[in-house]
């Protein structure tokens, strides 16, 4: 089970009309400057080429302006947020932390939400962070034992979905679906979903840090073995029930998808500048 906790530059240029045959007072200077008793010598202009350099970091398609927008690229903000959660586990659980990782998380209603999730010896915690107030807001923790399912794939949607998404994702299972009730499935706010599903964040090619923190394999690679150690220490009915990993497609029962739709469009899940409101 789970548990939630709230928490260029300008050049001068002299302008001159057509028949003006008097040189202007740049002109006049340059030729004083000059060595009287050597005749001038006819200036040769270069072009210097223009190179365009293709650089993996940032990403070429990337504007840089669009990245400032998200707080969490600012200067200090994932240092913060690391050093915060590194400070609460510390004084809990005591745990040792395998790895943090800034993902984004798809709900049951395709709604994208910002999160941060560490990978501790014993538990998987999914944190949601204020980027603006730098301050956790709501902290689950589940227990590596529990989770028994990873799936791998392609998003897919109901035939009749108007709101479909592209991309490859990751869900993972510390619960039954049989299990779950018509309410939680059909309630776009509730907690007692038995699964998680993630992607990557869109700040992923940035730059070097936020390509490795926001990458989706390098969180897996760490996930599986830490799931494979905790069940095999663990005790109980959890012991022995084993893990699996799966590459299929990722079902997202979503039909209408009008508030997923004006949220996911609006990055409203997202620590975002919105600008200024008013006139």
Known sequence: ??????????????????????????????????????????????????????TLYPNPYHRPFVSRKYFATRPGAIETAMEDLKGHIAETSGEKIQGFWLLTEIDHWNNEKERILLVTDKTLLICKYDFI?????????????????????????????????????????????EQQSLFSRWNPWSTEVPYATFTEHPMKYSNEKFLEICELSGFTSKLVPAIQNAHKNSTGSERGKGLMVLTEPILIETYMGLMSFIGNRNKLGYSLARGSIGF
């Open 133 to 177: 107030m730098l301050s956790c807001v709501q902290l689950q923790r589940i227990p590596l034992s529990s989770l028994y399912r990873i799936c791998l794939g392609k998003f897919v949607f109901p035939g009749m979905s108007l709101d479909k998404r592209q991309g490859e994702g990751l869900r993972i299972y510390w619960g039954s679906l």
């Open 1 to 54: 089970m789970s548990t939630i906790r709230s928490f260029e530059g300008f050049h001068p240029v002299s302008l001159k009309q057509e028949g003006d045959d008097q040189p202007s007072e740049t002109d006049q200077l340059s030729m004083e400057e000059r060595d009287p008793g050597k005749d001038p010598e006819p200036r040769q202009i270069s072009r210097q080429t223009s190179v365009t350099e293709s």
